[in-house]
């Protein structure tokens, strides 16, 4: 089956691909400030919201979980790794990133054979609970984190130092951003995503027709799991290195939320537009003295306002006037092109 390529799908390529060249030369036009703190954190911030727009956009299972998961890769490299703080070892940082996300990918399938048995509200309150619970624990254990955090977290030499040369760390967040989106865009257009789409529609009908209804929900928290795993690798890398409960908190699991609703709940590229315009309004709002302490006020009422006008988000709005003009065309269509004598309606176009 050939795609036909609509006026709207050219407009959206072109600015997708814009988007991606303009991310490409980054780190050639725009400071190292820029890249580091916007630029780098919209990438890891974005495949963790792509994980989470994955698991209710199409799996139909909205998770307060994310941030906990991602903190869980996070954890257990800075405890593998050298670091000051944690289990005293020092093993490879690779190994410690492959360790990570492998433990996060292993909680993810635990917690989600258990998690994924309920739905609506009550997999909501159950992933919140996790959320919390992992915030208390990694608190309360001194001899893995403690509150105070793990510092200096050994990186591998491809990163090097991300606060005194950004760049690598930058392409390294940009590839794999990538990377996670065309995986994603493949998934939901296999078998199992449209397996996992006719779940979230009509669980009950698919239960009927034979499919494992818990099963196909516990496989899609686990590799949603191992995508939020990375964005906690690189959340360390571009956050100096630490790593410590507060960084990771309810506040974290709400702000992962924010982004995916905002950019488009619906939409895996969604993810990094909310993650680009939450982390610009995070930044620059501390510039500004009326807002600077009231950061949580501003995003609320964006988010208000973005849910009230579009329960799609930001790309909501670009469907909603691509449809608006949609129709607008049929609707002048008959004026100037009247049908044949009889009927000018719809059949006639």
């Keep these: 089956m050939r795609l036909r390529l609509t006026p709207s799908r050219i407009a959206v390529g072109v600015v997708l691909l814009v988007a991606v060249i303009l991310c490409a030369i980054g780190p050639y036009i725009f400071s190292d400030f820029f890249v580091r703190s916007i630029l780098t ?70 917690f989600g054979a258990v998690a994924a048995r309920s739905a609506g509200i009550y997999f909501l309150m159950i992933t919140l609970a996790f959320s919390v619970l992992n915030f208390y624990f990694w608190g309360a254990s001194t001899d893995l984190s403690g509150f ?83 964005a906690g690798i690189l959340f360390i890398w571009q956050n100096a290195n630490r790593i410590d409960p507060n960084s990771v908190n309810l506040s974290a699991t709400i702000d992962v939320l924010v982004v995916a609703v905002v950019g488009g709940l619906f939409r895996v590229e969604g993810a990094w537009l909310g993650a680009f315009v939450y982390t610009v309004l995070e930044t620059y709002s501390k ?25 799609g988000g930001l790309l909501g709005i670009w469907d909603s006037v691509r449809g608006a003009a949609r129709r607008l065309g049929r609707g002048a269509a008959p004026a100037t092109e009247p049908g044949p004598a009889g009927g000018g309606g719809p059949g006639a176009t």
């Excluded at 105070?148 to 606060?163: E, K, Q, R, V, Y």
């Excluded at 865009?185 to 818990?214: C, H, S």
């Excluded at 003295?289 to 501003?298: A, K, M, P, S, Y």
């Design 41 to 110: 954190k919209t990438m890891w911030l974005g495949i963790a919201a792509s994980s989470l727009i994955f698991l209710a956009g199409f799996a139909g299972m909205v998770s307060l979980g994310q941030a906990a998961i991602y903190s869980i890769a996070g954890f257990v490299m800075g405890n593998l790794v050298a670091a000051d703080g944690g289990v005293d070892t020092a093993l490879s940082p690779w190994v410690g990133v492959i360790l990570g996300l492998l433990a996060s990918t292993v909680i993810g399938l635990v």
């Design 148 to 230: 105070g955090g793990i510092n200096n977290i050994a990186t591998p030499g491809l990163i090097g130092s991300a606060g005194r040369d950004p760049t690598r760390l930058f392409y390294v967040a940009f590839i794999v951003s990538i990377l996670v989106y065309l995986f994603l865009r493949y998934l939901i257009r296999t078998p199992f995503g449209i397996t996992l789409q006719g779940i979230r529609d009509e669980p009950t009908r698919m239960r009927a027709l034979g499919y494992n209804v818990p099963l196909h929900r516990v496989l899609a928290f686990t590799i949603a799991a191992f995508i939020a795993g990375i």
């Design 287 to 311: 510039n500004w003295d009326l807002i600077n302490e009231r950061f949580n006020t501003v995003i609320g009422a964006v988010f208000l306002v973005i849910v009230l006008l579009s329960p």
